[in-house]
């Protein structure tokens, strides 16, 4: 009989459980590596639905949490993406803005003592200036937001029956219809995982219910792309609506833009996209002034305040619009404003995150008494810790308006409101203006500017140039405490510095009013004194001192395999040219490195094209040739771990596709 070896069920058990444990690796690995993709090419709602149980069996914690987070702000959700946050946050992931995320998460949850602290740890950080402000404005705000979230609205609110557990939202009403947009087209938006938006009109059977959604018009739909926010001229026979990139290679914009309609014989023509329309921005939230000669609306284009803000541009008699004109500081901020609503007493209604919010967007009202505009929060439960806009007044006291509340059936519901009060508006003047004469409150601003060295030690008898709103104003020394003179400020004040001291790096710096200014309902005295703090770090002039962070300038980055300057690293080299041109005693090494990617020679010769082209454009700019020097390093001083071999994000790699800026030479 032929041997037989005795089977060994140990054995035979570990086999199975190393190859389970392989093939799962190797399945969480190819699902890692999908979702990263589907990240770059921004479609959060699969990336979260591919990484979240990765981060949930903690398979390369710190990078599937940090995904999921990310995924959850960038579509519009980051009241979900605090605990993903806190997760690659205690990991180490190499992100600088995660205490800002996540305060703005905090916020999002109503939770403005974790807000505070992290907005705190952030800017202790020493990010860059720009979103220093940022978190000093969001810091400031705090105290207002906790005021408003006690501040009731003259009116009560409900969910319109009919609301749907996709999104509904911007609704406008004429006669017995609510038009509106919905997702409720078959094709899926990637973004954030739900249909694409469309327009849809419903009749409604009361005013706080719709009967069932149908298509508005099939002249105006696009399939593929996302379409909503419809504005009607006086007549109802001129149409203005937002519509959304389709990804289709012949699309005029990138983004989204603003198209126009028009009602003939009862049919709307086919869309057309208005000329004012940016065709490498976000233009949308269209409205119409009540005599149809305005048009309101919001975008990002270059020259704004901040984020989106809000435009109108003039129509004349033909139908075209003149150029779009923004609306200024006290509306805009460095925020978002966006969904304009004009009242047919002239107010103005819209949304901003700007502004103090309880949240995310809250609804605003703009008036105008004399020259002065005075903005009013609307209060609760108009507003609410989630996304508040759309609002539209069916009449003096009732209307409609849209929200992502916690409580709500779908992603977006529009909610119905009338008044409780016994006024004739359901916002009226009364409301504004307090009975103990809030309107005559006055609020004084004064800036206390100290200078410092990096170790933040004062620095006496630096010497300070001034330009206040573009004037020069007298020149000021810092006292043996580093401090300037106090200098007293207007709300609308935008103030320069150029501070300087023998043997230091001359460095300039601004400070903005912006957003600072404390609305009026909230000053609780005859006189309220705010004083704001500003400081200057100045540096030594050293061979080998790295200037980046002396003078918030950001590393310059390349795309893959290439060395021509992005508008995103000219605004940066911009930077330099102004420190270069500050200080003529210096002179400068552009080191240029590149990923791993490719051979060490290439990317040796690679790293130095892209050094010289970056200091060919600094001496495009007016810089002595003499004073600037190209170096390039190709891969040999990697900043993370994406060497040969190693599997890295598209991010990760762009990190090291860079160039820095160091001092080579003082010359007395």
């Known amino acids: 009989m032929k041997f037989v070896k005795p089977f060994n069920s140990s054995i035979y058990l570990f086999l199975i459980v190393i190859t389970g444990v392989l093939s799962g690796c190797n399945y969480d690995a190819r699902l890692f590596k999908k979702a990263k993709q589907n990240f770059e090419v921004g479609e959060y709602e699969w990336t979260i639905r591919e990484v979240k149980p990765l981060a949930q069996r903690y398979y390369r914690a710190k990078e599937t949490n940090y995904f999921v987070a990310e995924s959850y702000r960038l579509s519009n959700r980051i009241q979900y993406a605090t605990p993903y946050y806190l997760i690659a946050k205690e990991k180490g992931y190499d992100d600088k803005n995660i205490n800002l995320h996540l305060a ?13 602290k992290y907005l705190k740890e952030f800017i202790d950080s020493k990010p860059s200036r720009e979103l220093v402000v940022k978190a000093e404005i969001e810091l ?6 906790e ?18 557990n996709k999104a509904e939202f911007g609704p406008i009403k004429i006669g017995d219809e609510l038009i509106l947009t919905s997702s409720k087209k078959p094709l899926i938006y990637k973004n954030n995982g739900l249909p694409f938006l469309g327009l849809y009109k419903a009749r409604l059977k009361s005013p706080g219910e719709i009967e069932k959604l149908e298509l508005f018009s099939a002249n105006l739909l696009d399939a593929n792309a996302n379409e909503g926010t419809p504005a009607f001229s006086k007549d109802g026979n001129t149409m203005v609506f937002a519509r959304g990139n389709s990804g289709k290679s012949k699309d005029p914009s990138p983004d989204v833009d603003l198209y126009i309609s028009t009602k003939r014989d009862g049919n709307w023509s086919t869309p057309e996209r208005l000329a004012i329309s940016d065709s490498i921005g976000w233009d949308g939230s269209p ?3 009540r005599d149809g000669k305005t048009l309101y609306f919001s975008s990002n284009r270059r020259g704004g305040k901040g984020g989106l803000d809000l435009y109108r541009a003039p129509m004349d008699n033909s139908g075209r619009f003149g150029r779009p004109i923004n609306l200024g500081s006290t509306i805009n901020t460095r925020g978002n404003e966006l969904f304009p609503y004009v009242s047919e007493d002239g107010k103005l209604y819209f949304s901003s ?3 103090p919010s309880l949240g995310g967007l809250d609804l605003f009202v703009a008036s105008r008494s004399g020259d002065e505009i005075q903005i009013e929060h ?3 439960p108009i507003n609410s810790v989630g996304d508040d806009f759309g609002l539209f007044l069916a009449d003096s006291t009732q209307g409609y308006f849209s929200s992502n509340r916690v409580g709500g059936k779908g992603d977006d519901d529009i909610y119905y409101f009338e008044s409780t009060g016994s006024e004739d508006r359901w916002w009226s003047n009364e409301i504004m203006i307090s009975e103990s004469g809030e309107a005559s409150k006055v609020a004084l ?3 206390r500017t100290q200078i410092v060295n990096a170790r933040n030690k004062p620095i006496a008898k630096a010497k300070v140039g001034i330009k206040r709103n573009g004037e020069i104003q007298p020149v000021l020394f810092s006292n043996a405490e580093g401090y300037l003179d106090i200098i007293d400020l207007n709300p609308a004040d935008q103030i320069s510095f150029n501070a300087s001291k023998e043997k230091y790096l001359t460095k300039r710096s601004e400070f903005l009013m912006d957003g600072r200014e ?3 309902q909230l000053l609780k005295k005859e006189l309220t004194d705010t004083t704001f703090d500003h400081k200057i770090t100045l540096g030594l002039a050293e061979v080998g001192e790295e200037i980046s962070a002396l003078f918030d300038v950001n590393p310059i980055y390349y795309d893959l395999d290439k060395s021509n300057i992005r508008p995103d690293a000219a605004a940066e080299l911009d930077k330099i040219v102004q420190v270069l041109k500050d200080n003529p005693a210096i002179s400068i090494e552009l080191g240029s490195h590149t990923d791993a990617r490719a051979s060490a020679g290439y990317n040796l010769k690679l790293s130095q094209r892209r050094a010289e082209s970056a200091v060919k454009y600094i001496i495009e700019h007016g810089i002595e040739a003499s004073r600037i020097k190209a170096k390039g390093y190709g891969e040999t001083q990697l900043i993370n771990g994406c060497s040969d071999g190693v599997d890295c994000s598209e991010e990760a790699h762009q990190e090291n596709r860079r160039t820095e800026f160091k001092i080579t030479d003082l010359n007395d």
Do not use: C, M
Not at 107 to 112: F, I, P
Not at 140 to 145: E, F, G, I, K, S
């Open 104 to 116: 703005y998460a905090a916020k999002a949850n109503g939770k403005y003592a974790d807000a505070r």
């Open 140 to 145: 400031d705000n705090l105290p207002a937001v």
């Open 147 to 164: 005021e408003y979230s006690k501040k009731p609205s003259p009116v009560k609110i409900q969910g319109l029956v009919g609301n749907t």
């Open 287 to 289: 409205a119409f002034s």
């Open 353 to 355: 995150d700007g502004h």
């Open 378 to 380: 609307l209060g609760v």
């Open 445 to 447: 601003y004064h800036l």
């Open 518 to 520: 404390i609305p009026k």
